[in-house]
């Protein structure tokens, strides 16, 4: 497995970066994406320049993620998993308090368009190489227990997944959409908890590599995990 690339989106904090901890840790080199450079470059020293190459990107942006993939099969000359993760939340609800137009639009290109991107720029390589999509969902895109835009992406990514995994089918490209529930993340610095139960990033990580030590015939399509207690 010495000669497998892992992709991430969304690396430099929470679920991407313990997923590339344990990435590097199962033989992948892994590409960090993320817009926070200084952070990157930790983690890159942290897990070595020789398993790891920090990547600046906005997965808003088109050109940036091009750059990403180009920089990607530069360094490491292919790709065989790729999670797009990057997300966030800022809580903007429907009703009362301030608008806030471009906070809700941020949040789909990061969240919805982001990871469309991200799949459209990097399935090819996958194509070559029988490869594995991840994407990133969440427990409100199945049910809406939180009552805002986020929900509505989380949604959205729901039926991207299910599209890609259609539209895939006979290219030995396997896909998994990973819902988490409550993470101990800084996604929940803008948010209020719905419970005190919460999961570490470390532990949807192992579910992520899980996923992807599965054999080529095994598709593990979803992967619903809340932490004990979580009531939705």
């Known amino acids: 497995m010495t000669n497998k690339v892992f992709l991430i989106t969304g690396a430099s904090t929470g679920i991407g970066e313990a997923t590339a901890r344990r990435a590097v840790e199962a033989g992948f080199k892994v590409v960090l994406a993320a817009r926070s450079t200084e952070k990157l470059d930790r983690l890159q020293a942290e897990l070595g320049s020789g398993h790891a190459l920090a990547i600046t990107c906005d997965v808003a942006s088109w050109q940036s993620q091009q750059g990403m993939v180009e920089q990607a099969i530069k360094r490491f000359g292919r790709i065989d998993v790729v999670f797009a993760n990057a997300g966030f939340s800022k809580g903007s609800t429907f009703y009362g308090g301030e608008?806030?137009?471009?906070?809700?639009?941020?949040?789909?290109?990061?969240?919805?368009?982001?990871?469309?991107?991200t799949a459209r720029l990097t399935l090819p390589e996958l194509v070559k190489n029988s490869g594995h999509l991840l994407i990133t969902g969440s427990v409100v895109g199945r049910i809406t227990s939180i009552r805002n835009l986020y929900s509505a992406t989380k949604w959205a990514v729901t039926g991207m997944a299910q599209a890609i995994r259609n539209e895939m089918t006979g290219t030995g490209v396997r896909v998994t959409l990973v819902e988490p529930g409550?993470?101990?993340?800084?996604?929940?610095?803008?948010?209020?908890?719905p419970c005190t139960a919460e999961l570490q990033p470390d532990d949807i990580a192992r579910a992520v590599m899980f996923a992807v030590s599965q054999p080529p015939h095994v598709d593990v399509n979803e992967i619903l995990i809340r932490p004990t207690g979580q009531p939705n």
């Open 182 to 193: 409550v993470v101990d993340t800084p996604f929940w610095d803008n948010l209020q908890k």
């Open 99 to 117: 608008d806030k137009p471009d906070e809700w639009k941020e949040m789909v290109m990061v969240n919805v368009y982001g990871a469309a991107a």
